[in-house]
Each structure stands twice: as structure tokens, then as C-alpha cells.
């Protein structure tokens, strides 16, 4: 199977247009392509989603509003880590990706790692740039999406 789907955790209306600025900045200031403001759940599995499809009905029904710290601004392993804001483990999210984590684990191992990418792709930042970065103090999330992710940045 060519598709590769994920489970995003997406910011509360707000804080979208907030974050989809910051990373359209981002992305402008470092050459790369734009997306979607998001955490992810759980990462790229080959699946037909229609099956998960109840699963996440039940999710989204029972699921509520909350937010998380943020701790600052890192870089990391590119291409998918460039730049990205870490996030505090807060139980509500731990307890969200627990949820996930046991509907897809035996399809793969994944680490969860809260953090908001802000740029995709090879890229060399220095510690001024990412001090530059204005950040609030949380950020909050309000709704859960399934969405196929390519296997390249472009896409």
C-alpha cells in the first residue's frame, strides 16, 4: 500500500490561525513547504482507514478540549524534526495518544514525542532564529484528524 496515513492532534480554532501564520513564517523564512498545524498521534500506517473509522467517531464524541505547556522552541532530525515547538506530556494528551496507540501498535512501534513542527526539510538554524520565535505559554487542541501523509515534504 502506497498510502501512509496519521492521526494529527489539531489546535482549537484560535490557536490555528495563530501557529498556521508562525509556520507560514517559518516555512517562508527557511524555504519550505507549508502544512498544516498539528501534533502527531501516531505516524504513517498502511492502512485502509474506513475500518478505523467508528473507532475515531467514539474518540472524537467522548473527547474534550484541553491544552499544553509549551517549553520552547528545539531542531532535531531532519527532514520531518527540522524545527518544532516541544510540548509538555500532559496527561489529557498522554491519555489521547494511549487511545490511538492501541488501535495502531500492532502495525508498528511508534514513539510519541509531543511537539508542533514549525519546518520541514535540511535545514540549518541557528539558536538567535529560534530564540526569535514568539511563543505563547500553551497551546490548545479541540479536534483529531486522520490525514495521509506522502513520503515527501512537497506532498
Known sequence: MNNRWS???EPCKTDMVRYSKLISECCEKFSSPIFDP???LFGRVGIEPEPTFSFFEDLIR???TFSSKILGVNTGEPPWKSLFIQLEACEALLNMQAN???LFKTLRDYIF???LSLAYGDLTINQNEMDAIPLPEIIRFSAVALVMTP???EN
Open 7 to 9: 492521526v494529527w492532534l
Open 38 to 40: 498539528h501534533i502527531t
Open 62 to 64: 467522548n473527547h474534550t
Open 100 to 102: 490511538i496507540n492501541d
Open 113 to 115: 514525542d509531543p511537539h
Open 151 to 153: 513520503d515527501t515534504i
